[in-house]
């Protein structure tokens, strides 16, 4: 996951920090060279971090921090909010033109993932019933127009196409022609990428903004190439004045140096970040969540949102009542881990709750996707009798099951064990509760 390595240092300043009932200014500036070093190493761009540390200084060495009961949580608050105003401060939507379709072009170096963002949106706007209008403009490199094809078959989006032998201007045209002639309220433009900025590039995207007018222009750079992303960024934006960023690959091991200069040095906010190859892999992006997120302090509000947007809520009134009344089976039990699974990787949602971030680091402690494959593999392999009526599974049932599912005796008695304790819970609970789980009886 992004940032791990600059989380854990900033958390060790912090910590450092928290505990003290006062403050000197030598232990601002020793926290501060810390926190100047940590960003270095994160890659974030030299001039970016001496104003940042400089900003954070003064204002953490002024009277009412020194003189505050803990001294330390105000530096902390004062690094997050200086860190959230260094990506933008506040969200920066997409615009929506009054005068449909809102027409984006996307821009970007190829690889950087434009085509894969380009389905990603438009199945971002789709969720919020727009509908969105594809266009395959990217004539050059191999395969991408199949690609966005397939994306926009598997989403349900059309997808406007000339082949490869049309000028990606002319494309570009008849596709916003399309998308007005159609009734569709957004039109996204994927275009050709080149490994490095060249004029040709560059000349084409012109030519392409100037017959289409795009609302939005979104560069989309990859979070893992570090400083080189904001060169990108900066370059494209001399000549083309982009509207917004799109940082892919966050998901991946990147030290973060892109999501925290990208912003200062090119004036353009970023508005969505890409945490995976999955189509719906694309958050819109918020500053202020983002560095909770790199300070260790977890990000609630997404989850919860992801949790809105993703889980049945009929099912989980049926789960609840099911829990409540003690009638949880195996079959419920996989339905669960399913719904958490839509949710998004298990790394990634342990990151967004407060303190979770630090805690998978510890060894007792890892919920990874293996271990649930596992958990999944053994419930999968019963019949389902057993998964209805768990106490049916004696020893021998244990041993079939478990050679079933490629696992041990062990793993199987450890998963039954640690179900039962769950139901018993469940039960306590809906005893408690009272029959309809409306009353406690003990009030
Ligand atoms: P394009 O040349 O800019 O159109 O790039 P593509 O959309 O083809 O993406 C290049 C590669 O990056 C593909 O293998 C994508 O699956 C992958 N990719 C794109 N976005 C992400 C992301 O957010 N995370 C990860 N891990 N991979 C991504």
Request: aromatic share 4%; net charge neutral.
């Amino acid at each position: 996951m992004a940032f791990e390595g600059l989380t854990s240092r900033l958390q060790n300043v912090f910590s450092k920090l928290r505990g003290k009932g006062k403050v000197s200014e030598e232990d601002v500036t020793a926290a501060m060279r810390e926190v100047r070093l940590a960003l270095l190493e994160a890659d974030v761009n030299f001039k970016v971090v001496k104003d940042f540390v400089s900003k954070v200084k003064e204002k953490a060495i002024g009277k009412e921090v020194m003189d505050s009961f803990t001294p330390g949580m105000v530096i902390i608050d004062i690094v997050n909010k200086e860190m959230t105003e260094l990506m933008g401060g506040s969200q920066a939507k997409l615009v929506k033109s009054n005068k449909p379709p809102t027409v984006i072009m996307m821009a970007g170096l190829q690889g950087a993932g434009k085509t894969t963002t380009s389905g990603k949106l438009a199945k971002l706007l789709q969720k919020q019933n727009s509908r969105p209008l594809l266009v395959a403009g990217d004539i050059y490199r191999p395969a991408a127009i199949k690609q966005l094809e397939v994306l926009g078959e598997q989403i349900n989006v059309p997808v406007f196409s000339l082949g490869d032998k049309t000028s990606p201007v002319e494309i570009a045209k008849q596709g916003l022609q399309h998308a007005k002639d159609n009734g569709h309220d957004y039109v996204i433009i994927d275009t050709a990428g080149r490994l490095h900025v060249d004029e040709e590039l560059m000349e084409e995207l012109k030519q392409i903004h100037s017959v289409v007018n795009p609302d939005e222009v979104l560069l989309v750079v990859d979070a893992m190439t570090g400083q080189d992303a904001v060169n990108v960024a900066e370059s494209f934006n001399q000549q083309l004045t982009l509207t917004g960023v799109v940082l892919t690959k966050l998901d991946g091991d990147t030290r973060g140096g892109a999501a925290l200069s990208v912003k200062a040095v090119t004036g353009c906010p970023i508005k969505f970040a890409a945490l995976g190859e999955k189509i719906d892999a694309l958050e819109p992006f918020h500053p202020e969540r983002m560095a909770s997120r790199i300070l260790g302090m977890g990000d609630m509000l997404s989850l919860i949102e992801k949790a809105q947007s993703n889980i049945d809520a009929d099912k989980a009134k049926e789960m609840e009542r099911k829990m409540r009344n003690a009638e949880f089976t195996f079959e419920d039990f996989l339905e669960q881990m399913d719904q958490v699974k839509k949710l998004g990787p298990l790394d990634q949602l342990m990151d967004m709750i407060p303190g979770m971030g630090k805690m998978k680091q510890t060894k007792d402690l890892k919920v990874d996707e293996k271990q649930m494959g596992r958990i999944e593999a053994i419930v999968h392999s019963m019949t389902t009798a057993e998964k209805q009526q768990p106490d049916i599974i004696n020893h021998n049932r244990r041993k079939r099951i478990a050679a079933g599912s490629g696992t041990s005796l062990a793993e199987v008695n450890r998963l039954i064990k640690q179900f039962d304790e769950m139901r018993r819970v469940m039960k306590q609970f809906s005893d408690m509760m009272g029959p309809k789980g409306g009353k406690n009886k003990a009030m």
